[in-house]
């Protein structure tokens, strides 16, 4: 029904053909239901592979704000809350979610503005925009247990990163590895949202491989929604799951897919001959190239963001003419004259896509 | 994967081909997120038409937990608990979903025994079983303000009741309506589950419209995981939504959809040319032969279903043997040597899946 | 300000004096908060002395439903239940607080009427009423283990029992031992509500003492509020505490008294020279001279009550006279024309009083 | 026991002698239970009157952080957070009674240090600190309604301010004006936590009366336990309460105690004949006097307080040797060698405790 391309996000289609040949082509094969089928062994064998890590446990969730939810709901204590940035998914973009399931998320700054003298190109914030740092993240845990009045306080009790942020940085593999000694020192688990993950790990500009997240994080997730999936994500326990009864948990969460192998087959077949890989490569080559075209013009980068979310910072009057040819997503009003804008690529990006977008811009 | 035919449920096959063919259509058009594309308005407005009710609000969910556990913590105050029957999906089966949420359940019987003197056949319970009575709706009701102490109590909030009954039985029209008029003169909503509502509707012993639960309840759902969609249910409101920030808290309970549209494409699918209808009538033929070929063969039912699941009373010798050949539902151990098990048809099977089944009993 | 005597409830009146005496004492003291006091420390050593258990972990709370509703939540597991009978007063007259928590009440039978030939006297009920049975427990249980969908059902968590039950009942030492085997078979944690300890300890027909509780259960409490407190009930976890932290627990809940030690010094004078049992004593002898008195009368008892609670069938005519001069507590409508009133004698009682009631009875 | 003066808090000691008489008068009494006896109507009637709001629904509770999380409860929508100051006691100092409850705290700045070169004396922090700003609080407010994306957001529901602050500071008339506007525009309830209102009511520096809070606020406490009560805190819902039953929700909240009437007792005590302002006006007054005395001995405030908090800066080696002679309360580590304590007076300060005091210091 839509009529004109729109690169307001990464979730914008359907999924990669095929994922939809493999539901056509199983669609009758009758299935065990939530999750116990082989085709979520298969996947989840396949994932602990691609991760070196035989012994993790893999679960299939629905959608993003549900396995954030859920996942961290297994990680805390009652009495505990999750540490994440202020920018965080969690923190500022699920309604409540995680308070909603009776824990606080503790905050830590993470919108440090470009230097004004030192920085890359004219982008408004600088490459830490959206991450955690983890001099913050041990102050804050040292700062809490320093405090006589702690135990009147939320405990810091988990670490939420997500790899690309919400901002479409990355964390370098020096910074996760400091994240990861402050929560093996304080032993609180650390707990990545990969929902861009593929879009992370084929960025250009990234050290961090899949095998690096897997052996410095507890858990996290490989996003199939954003990364050629119908929907679904690959929850990840690098070290095995903390109960021995995720079921009645995810279920309680209201997450606990019926027919749960439509998860598993999608995720079997993502990680089949390196499609995840390769189509993650895609958004990012796309992204890149829609990057140099909008620097060529002229426009000013809200951040130079080395994946597939691209922001620029945009005059209204000119906005409200693009808006009638190309979709883009909002982001925020960074004056009153000037909106920020996210253009997003995705696995089915296309070389005429960016051209005809940058025919409006 | 699987090799052998199974009637353990109705949730084992994928999707009905025109939603294949349609998600299969549509892959790369590109829609805006959370159910606001024009999809999930058609679906809608499909379904509004079907029930008579052009001022609901529908909405669309993916699987029936969690539309359970959202519905009604919409309905209900925080001081408020939800009527079912003890049988009642929400009662016994969804992992306390209901009290995550923070609200208690409060059971009226539905395990009524069949007389032994006066019963259909041989079935173990009457078409009562897993219903509320309207009488024991009203005595609990009114026993609950008849109660000097009551503010220290759970206040009845909702009345939940599904159709099919977990045990595939069947409110008739009247019943239907006296509940209604309890909830109604007590001012409580009254919440339909109808997780395999195709499946009561097309039963061959039901006086029980579409339009009638439309008229009858304030919210019911029309379920699709079970009746021919890959995943969905689609909630109508028949009055209106309760709230008017419906979006944060289906968020809040993880249930918001990004591709929000696979939902509304496939109720769009389901109620254009009568499609839900006409797969839900191929499940009660199903079933209709199915359980003529049972009684004809000696096979003591648990209960006379007029709906897609059919119930039996087998030896626990012959039920090793059948496990071989067949996949079946454990339902419950009946007494020492005796297991009821359960037999589902659903959307897709065939006249040849009912035969094969046959030659194994 | 009440111009009338009142067996309404054992909660209408003050302190001992004994108390109030050395509230007014210390009145001046400058204490440390939140319990960290040298009172709270000396009450629980008198309290872990009293019960054999030198290991015990001691807390004061202020009331009964939020000890129930911080121990229970301290208990379970997220996706646990709590076990109780169906008249326990966590599963009917907390007003929702175990479910507000996230927790089923999972219910048990709890109203064996007694048999017509072979009963104590009149009583309506036998002196099981609002006690669970060993075998029930164990059936509740093992059915679940044995369900092959019991991923999917909240699991059995711990066993709340109440002793006195709300009916006044007591359970014998057998009994208790019975259910407490179950429990550490399945390893599940009993807690024993203790509102009314005192008055079941000191009961003419019990063989049950304060060390046998604390040997067969994990955590019970010693009422106050009931029996000669201002307010207060202290726990006692027999093995230690189930967590490490349980100030941040007991303040979530609102629990966290800032004077904690109010708490303390009213406890350390109860369970100096056995305040605490001679004043139950006395509450145990007006009872009985009531109970003897009403028989003598020609009174129907609702359930031959061992301790402070007496239940009597009233005829609704009477039941409005006496209402003119004597408070009583509504039970409930036994039927057209009777009503059981409850009467309840405690720690201040006196003769007096007795002969009072029994000039308008 | 403990053999030290202390100004560590304000909740150090018993309760006013008048109120100990008057639970030792009324201790054979025989009261309702739940708060619906008659002390707790004259209480509440008393000071309804004092607030000039005859029409206010008054309800006892028994602590702070009870309160704070039952009236936030009360006052939201699930989908809605609290609006705080980030140092306010529901942010910062609840263990998350308020995240426990389902709910999300939304933080506004509150610590703007003092200006270096315009500031009163050598305070640390200027009289702005813990409190928020009606501009800040707008910005939020008409922020999120500007944010596209609002609905994946929690909505602000409600506005906390404490007045006192945790600080000890105090709003203006002005500034209440300014944030009770803010409220009603958008239609926001405003609550006041009095947890020590006696205490900003009777500084010398403040213009705000009881009936201006009364006037400019949704619901208000008048805190009990730090000003002269056992224990107990009087909420106010100034224009009625926002639920036709706030009895379930207050129990739900374990926050019912079953014999209410020792909270109506107080607070009727504390206003009949000013009790509670004399008192307050004594904390003041030894406030002001240990204030000037710090002074005039080279003290550095960490901010120039209005009430009967006062926080100085310490040398670490000099507070190390005040510590074996005087009580005070650990505020924070200011730097490597210097820590900020609180002396708090209270209602039972004397000229003679701040001598002793001054003593050490």
Known sequence: MPDKISFS????KGAHPRILQRLSDTNFEQMPGYGTDDY???????????CGKPDADVFFLVG???TNQTIIDMLLKPYEGVVAAQTGHVAAHEAGAIEFSGHKVLTLPSLSKANEDDRAGEAVYDEQVGKIKASDLRALISGFYADDNHEHM???GAVYISHPTEYGTLYTKTELTEISEVCREYKLPLFLDGARLGYGLMSKRTDVTL???ANLVDVFYIGGTKVGALFGEAVVFTKGAPTTHPVPIIKQHGALLAKGWLLGLQFDTLFTDDLYFDISRNAIEMADLLRKSLVDKGYRLYIDSPTNQQFIVMEDDRLKELASHVGYGFWEKLDETHTVIR????????REDIEELMKWL
């Open 343 to 350: 253009l997003a690529t995705d696995w089915a990006t296309t």
């Open 9 to 12: 996000s990464d979730y914008t």
């Open 64 to 66: 993003g704000t549900q």
């Open 154 to 156: 939320v405990f810091p």
């Open 211 to 213: 095998a690096d997240i």
């Open 40 to 50: 979520c062994k298969s996947a989840a064998d396949k994932i602990k592979k691609a």
